[in-house]
């Protein structure tokens, strides 16, 4: 968990202009603490290119839950957009992060935090950008994270 997290903040600070974040629960152990959400605040201000994408199964459950990236999101609104999962493909079991098309943090699996992690791995990151485009476009963008439940 600590090692995902150090990882998750290491990528995000190299960022220069995108991250795009896939999860299931929005993964507390590693997305739900102050570097991240400092890391996460500095690209997007860093540039007006910015560009962060945060698709999640279920943002309900998370917002209820709490989240500091969710508060985040709110207080810098249209910064970041947030999308709920459509229904037909809530089945994808991956979670993972792209940075700016080209590092990656990969879990194929939901049920262990072992992840395949690269900071420079372009055609694996072009291969889940791919399918992330896909999953995004399906998508609904999602009313729960800017109205986050305190």
């Not at 629960?25 to 007006?48: G, K, Q, T, W």
């Not at 279920?58 to 999101?73: A, E, F, M, P, Y």
């Not at 207080?75 to 990656?104: C, N, P, W, Y």
Request: glycine share 2%.
């Amino acid at each position: 968990e600590e090692d995902n997290q150090k990882i998750a903040v290491a990528m995000i600070q190299q960022a220069e202009f995108h991250l795009d974040i896939l999860s299931r629960n929005f993964d507390p152990d590693v997305y739900d603490n102050h570097d991240i959400c400092d890391v996460i605040e500095d690209l997007a201000l860093r540039s007006r290119h910015s560009r962060i994408r945060i698709l999640l199964h279920d943002t309900k459950v998370i917002s209820q839950r709490g989240h500091l990236v969710l508060h985040l999101g709110k207080r810098l609104g249209s910064l970041m957009q947030f999308r709920s999962m459509a229904e037909v493909h809530k089945s994808v079991a991956d979670t993972f992060m792209i940075v700016d098309e080209i590092g990656i943090m990969h879990r194929p699996h939901t049920d262990t935090l072992a992840a395949t992690v690269n900071f420079k791995d372009h055609p694996k990151a072009k291969e889940l950008t791919k399918l992330f485009e896909q999953l995004w476009e399906d998508a609904e963008p999602d009313l729960e994270s800017r109205y986050v439940v305190v």
